[in-house]
């Protein structure tokens, strides 16, 4: 039977983590593993975990945010009984569209998600270990065009492995708040001393430096459109945004893109209306690029829960 995640879970999931990983991952030395322990029993609760139960015992369990598969671990002593296979269908039943890094080396696995639909898009070293990885991807029966390569996530855009991420920036570039200020103190003060060169940027444009401290490669700044009640071009200055942002990481050669959710905090842009707007302008351009990916890095759940509903509606008629 496949259940939710309870409180009382975390520990043996813990212990099937730390073990699945030691044995799949020979090649990565153990000291990471047991280094990475205390932030995987932090990050559970909050994330969306399906585990696989039998006669009682946790057999295995797979862990998500979003469309992106964070993990998908087996006790050792159930293997090939087809647990992996059974978590995999049951959230192929609940998501569009399925995403996940997989270790070049873990030949195991990038065989198991071949067989089970996913195809390699992408490819590139994970900072934290130096490991290649392959981005996989499976598409839904239900999946839309422009889709593939859209994942929302929770999460910090300044610990983001992307090629590229956008600064959510005000038309100084000299540093602010939220977004922002976390990327400049994140990236370090070399990131402010080339902004200083670049002499501020027109709201909905785009400027890129480089990402400094960040494990991003780039930073595109934009600053976004304030809130001003709808009538003073705010849609189109949005849309400028993530459209030029994209343009921009294409004509640099970065493939894999972040955004954060540009306007909706201190510029008070509705958040409903920019997720929509967000939305079509991504899935739009991920249609003519489809060698490209965009991680939307929601900052809290409400923020989450706007953009996952307007991916929901993308591309049905607009309702009256
Ligand atoms: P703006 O001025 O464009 O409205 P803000 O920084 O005030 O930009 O907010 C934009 C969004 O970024 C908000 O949803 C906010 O919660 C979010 N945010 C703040 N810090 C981070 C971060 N470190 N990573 C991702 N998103 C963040």
Redesign the pocket.
Known sequence: MIRKMKEADGAELCAIWLSANLEAHSFIPAEYWLGSLEAVRRALPQAEVFIYENSGHIEGFIGMNGSCIEGLFVRSGARSRGVGAALLEHVRQRKPYLTLYVYQKNRRAVRFYERSGFEKRSFGKEEATGEEEYRMEWRGPACKEGIMGYTIIS????TQHADAIVN?A?TSLLG????????HRAAGPELLRECRTLHGCRTGEVKITKGYRLPARYVIHT??P?WRGGNAGEDELLAGSYRSSLRLAAENGAKTVAF??????????PLERAARIATETVCGFLREHPDMSVTM????ER?KAAYEKALAEYGSPPKK
């Open positions: 999460g910090d855009i300044t959510a005000n602010g708040g939220g977004v922002d200020g976390a990327i600053p976004g304030v954060p959710s540009i306007s909706t905090g201190v510029y008070r842009f890095v929601c900052f809290d923020t």
